[in-house]
């Protein structure tokens, strides 16, 4: 793999003042071209020590308009990441549309790494760029350009330039003894390194792989392999925005499911909607279940176990009121309660998770989402917000998103607040005729409502494709909220005990 | 995740019987349109026993056009499948374009089974659903429409039909201890079939779970989502055909890579051309080296190990002489010589892949293929035979097929016959004066001359991106015939004697 890297190809310092102007020209254009596209652009470097990905992302940040660019490198994480799931860093620092990011000692280092010191099988590592291979799908399945650098040196070569980095006065210190203990472990590094290639080099997230030992041939190539990689991926958008206008006029209208499949039960249906809680039995579950979440968000602050809560539902399904039962037995300082409505620009200039990502909390504290991630399966879908492929594909990211949490020690309960029609029309009513609620009934919620059958099939659907073993969908039967509200503590407080046991 | 499909959903024979003569219509319809585009469908029914694959697979059958349609179960592997890479039975049986295949115990089948049994890990079952989704995804990218049903069953529902189909005389044959043996194992088998679906339902192969009980429920929604599927695909298919035209003509013209690009050395370039062998001392290796291969392929037929060998070079370099000096030392019963030129119109219809997949043969037997699937880097990439994203995307189609071959115990050895265009043209002018040769050099030689840089930058990528620990290429000096003819010769005794090794 690496035989083509070790050539000896080289460009001259008049070659390359020669081309460089243009080039540059050239970039800078094809930057502000990107401006306007609706697409990020992730740049990784990755490689040999010492084979330029530093140098390369330097000239980079020189010759573009750095406004535009973000460059990110990675190393142990900080006490703010290490409460978080591993990519939440990496999330965190995506570029938005229209941006360059450049990630150095990336999401790749780690797997390489713990895999060349032994500390993790070949398996493992496959396991780890499974992960990664799902990360840089999803970007690219939402139009970033996901571009890849190895930057290879020989062994030899390897050697030899940090000799020369040593002898200068003013470069030595760049040397450390890691950096010969890695040059040690050299066929190691390599041997791993082919396999990590091999697995992630897709058609939308190749490897390039660039020979590091003359500085400008190195600048000359990865300049001109970005230049034209953009310029192409900004075509191809276009291209992709002309099917995408043509998809939403199919040739075939659609046409609407038969009665006999649509009238079938769904999992809401099955539901028994008659279960309720009176007064006195209500309020002493109630203050039960409140005192044992007290009791266990205590000792899961102490060890640092955090809990993630997404509340979806019928518009008046009682969301807020059990939102609010569940915050009153905890410290204010202790969780946070997202609303998700439409989101902000910035989100919008982002994959649709980011904002999600962006909102998970450090450890021990409790993040409530009031609408979620789930959005995508069902307003975006029913609305045609989103495109069918877009949604369809969210289910795999969704459940690769939910395994990260649960795989980072976090307790994660997912709530359906389930009524039926008659109850919401009920609620609606009495919303309209009480002053101090009209705010909270708006004509959205009306539209909402007639279109509930494909809501029901949506929600039949999410259940279907992300209610697993270890993130099942809690439902609730919701026209009695004394009922509702009690389900759902209790629900919350045996997640986070089962949580605290296995985090012993 | 099956929640969803235990909500006893029912047609009866009346509606069923008011739908059934128009979906009928309507299926044969879109089965029409199919015939003329340029897709096939892959129909995966996968499930819980008894909760009707079968059956549904019978009816689609009954109601669509057999002229179009393939279906296959598998059960062990047969002799001849036993012998080859465990996906060859399935390529082969793939259906070609405008064809809808049903797969019964298909892919899916082993690495839930071996799961439930115990037999392999998670992980390892994690890794064999990878393969699966590689497989998946490369037929997706090539345009066919992969749709996967899921038949569920709870487990007392499982239980009263296996008890009904037993009561009735008519059935009772139907019912094997094994069933039974595989119902009481049914929350392993319901654990394990969360995890394979969970990692193999993706946006471009989406498993549909569909609630088994009711034979007729269950033809409504297999015949309804499959019509609808079909449908949505060739529009899609369609719009896709757009965007690749609008591609072809971009709406920035590609500029070429600049000379101090192209001048560089390639891997090609850095070989030593002056290698050679004179009159004796060549035959005497040659002497040596087939009598080396004749003793190592015995011992390899003996022990069932079969051999693949890749020729790929420049026109003249010298593939036929090399490969009939190869051959000599062999019984003509057990080797296969594979000349690869434009694909006939049954392969045209299939994955590039397809035509190579069917060429492996049985255990033990060499097969030599002149000219490959290499086809698709060099030959389809330099004359735009097929979009950048083909051929991009057909490195890591490779890796996954060279890698099966290497784990089913084959050997493989990848020669690319190099010779520097003075030598070509020297060769050229040679056929064209000799009339017995003359019928071997035709206009398109010529042309492809022309495009040496071009071609010489494919090769070099091809390298990169294909030369692996696994299965590394050989690049052969081939302007002296005897050196190439021995070191091709050497190379793969070499790899024929490490791989008799391996397999002791």
New interface residues.
Partial sequence: ?????E?????TRE??DA?APQ?RTELLEVQRRLREADFPVIIVFGGVDGAGKNETANLLNEWMDPRWTVTRAYSRPSDEESDRPPFWRFWRDLPSKGKIGMFLSSWYHAPLLDRVHGQISV?EM??RL?RINHFEKALA?DGALVIKFWMHLSKKAQKKRLKKLEDDPLTAWQVTPVDWEHWKMYDKFV?AA?RLI?QT???HA?WH?VEGADAR?RY??VL?TLK?AI??H???R???K??AA??KK???A??P??E??TK????L??LDMTQNLDGDDYNQKLQEQRARLSTLHRRAKDKGVSTVLVFEGWDAAGKGGTIRRLTNALNARDYQVIPIAAPTEEERAQHYLWRFWRHLSRAGRVTIFDRSWYGRVLVERVEGFCT??AW??A??EI?DFEEQIVEAGHVLCKFWLHITPEEQLARFNQRSEIEYKQWKLTDEDWRNREKWGAYETAV??M???T???IAPWTLVEANSKTWARVKVLRTVCDALEAGLKKSK
């Avoid at 793999?1 to 890297?5: D, I, K, L, P, T």
């Avoid at 050539?7 to 460009?11: A, D, P, Q």
């Fill in positions: 793999m690496f035989e083509a890297a050539l000896g190809r080289k460009v070659e390359f081309i080039l398996a496959d396991e499974i399945d041997g082919e091999m080099s897709k058609g190749l792989i041939y000359s190539v001109n034209d310029t192409a900004l075509d191809r276009e291209a992709q002309k099917v043509e998809l199919p040739k075939t659609k046409k499911a038969p006999i499949l079938q039960p769904s999992i249906s099955s069918d492929d369809q594909r289910y795999g459940n039949n659907h259940v279907e494709q209610s697993t073993q």
